[in-house]
């Protein structure tokens, strides 16, 4: 709804007032309650025309269906009869628990990495990993997709921005060649994700490794949507390259919990440990939501262990997917995980699409501007391990012509 630009309000509440209402129908945010009903399904308690009362999930980050895994849950659960809610207070005065050390450990690891440090968010372990490796000094080069949020700590930290082209690693490495003759020790680093969020592409991480290592330039890999889905056993595209500085993730996608880790050497992220206000001055991780994601760390190996690994099924049920829109004419997917961006341009024509797949039951959501490039609106579409038989039938039917 506007807002009325009111004469006696503050000047810089009018500003925000003639702001909000400048936006179009089409670019407004609303929020909107779900309820899990049961595994797979949401029920929806908002209004926005006629649509049966549950929705089957094809939106959310779950992509293992862990978050409601009876050992998951039964774990979470236990550790919250044990610790209570919450922390109680940061990590270094008294809110370390047992169960974030093992963790840690356990996370460190199953990547191949020194150690690692839980963060109450993904955004803010993305903060707090670019503020380790660059300071104003610094020239930080970043595909020019890269989430929000290591877009904000690179302005928290001061450095310099360059972006290059997404995935384009020949304009990153001319880049990188202009930065290290103009200034032979300035201190150089890469930011690039292993999963794009909201393309469902990923980069050639040996070259992209392999090219800032030429250059003496760090690596900053967001594994986020990766983990627990791409690579030997899920554990990411950036496993076994000893060149990537610091790898961040989630345990709020694949590991159905919440929260999130940076992972490195011993020496970096001792440094983090020391330095790192985004660690430091704030809340530690809900010790329930860290047992959570440890037991499902436990499933997603012993699957690896039973010759089953479920990021593979998944992969290949992508697949499937791809093939299927585009035999019904739509454009075809980009990349191969679970993440399926269905490009169709307009901001209206994605709105009627998500309203079209809620009418049959399906939800997915419309990606509008700012998330995304202008004239690049879409359906993101996210293939589950948990979906039921006949889906993917559902979504063409329900989709229609293009």
Request: aromatic share 4%.
């Amino acid at each position: 709804m506007d807002h009325p630009v009111e004469p006696h309000q503050p000047a810089w509440k009018r500003e925000l007032q003639r702001a909000i209402n400048a936006l179009p129908a089409t670019r407004r945010r609303h929020l909107r309650s779900f309820d899990p009903a049961e595994a797979g399904m949401l029920q929806h308690s908002g209004h926005l025309g006629e649509r049966p009362a549950l929705l089957l999930d094809l939106a959310s980050n779950d992509y293992l269906g862990l978050s409601r895994d009876p050992r998951v849950i039964a774990a979470a659960t236990a550790e919250l009869g044990r610790s209570g809610l919450g922390a109680g207070a940061s990590r270094l005065v008294c809110g370390t628990r047992t169960v974030h050390h093992q963790l840690e450990d356990a996370l460190a690891g199953w990547l191949g990495r020194e150690r690692a440090l839980l963060f109450p968010s993904g955004f803010q372990a993305n903060i707090a990993a670019v503020c380790a490796l660059a300071d104003r000094h610094s020239l930080v080069l970043a595909d020019r997709l890269i989430h929000h949020s290591l877009l904000v700590g690179v302005r928290a930290s001061g450095a310099q921005l360059q972006r290059f082209r997404h995935n384009n690693l020949t304009e990153l490495e001319q880049r990188l060649a202009a930065a290290r003759a103009q200034d032979p020790g300035r201190r150089l680093l890469v930011l690039s994700e292993s999963l794009f969020s909201m393309e469902g592409t990923s980069p050639d991480v040996a070259s992209l490794e392999a090219i800032s290592s030429r250059y003496g330039a760090a690596l900053l890999l967001d594994e986020a949507h990766a983990l627990g889905v791409l690579g030997r056993g899920g554990r990411g595209l950036g496993l076994g390259h000893s060149g990537i500085a610091l790898i961040s993730g989630t345990l709020g996608k694949s590991l159905g919990s919440g929260g999130a880790f940076v992972a490195g050497d011993a020496t970096t992220m001792d440094w983090l440990l020391q330095h790192s206000g985004a660690f430091r001055y704030t809340t530690a991780l809900a010790p329930a939501l860290a047992a959570g994601a440890l037991a499902a760390l436990d499933v997603i190996e012993a699957q690896e262990a039973n010759g089953n690994p479920s990021g593979a099924s998944l992969l290949q049920r992508a697949e499937r997917w791809r093939a299927a829109l585009a035999a019904a004419g739509w454009p075809r997917p980009p990349g191969n995980g679970p993440i399926l961006a269905l490009l169709v341009g307009d901001d209206s024509r994605a709105l009627t699409l998500q309203h079209q797949l809620e009418t049959a039951g399906l939800l997915a959501v419309a990606i509008r501007p700012p998330t995304v490039p202008e004239g690049s609106a879409r359906l993101r579409l996210v293939v589950r391990a948990d979906l039921p038989p006949g889906t993917l039938e559902r979504l063409i039917s329900a989709l229609g012509k293009p």
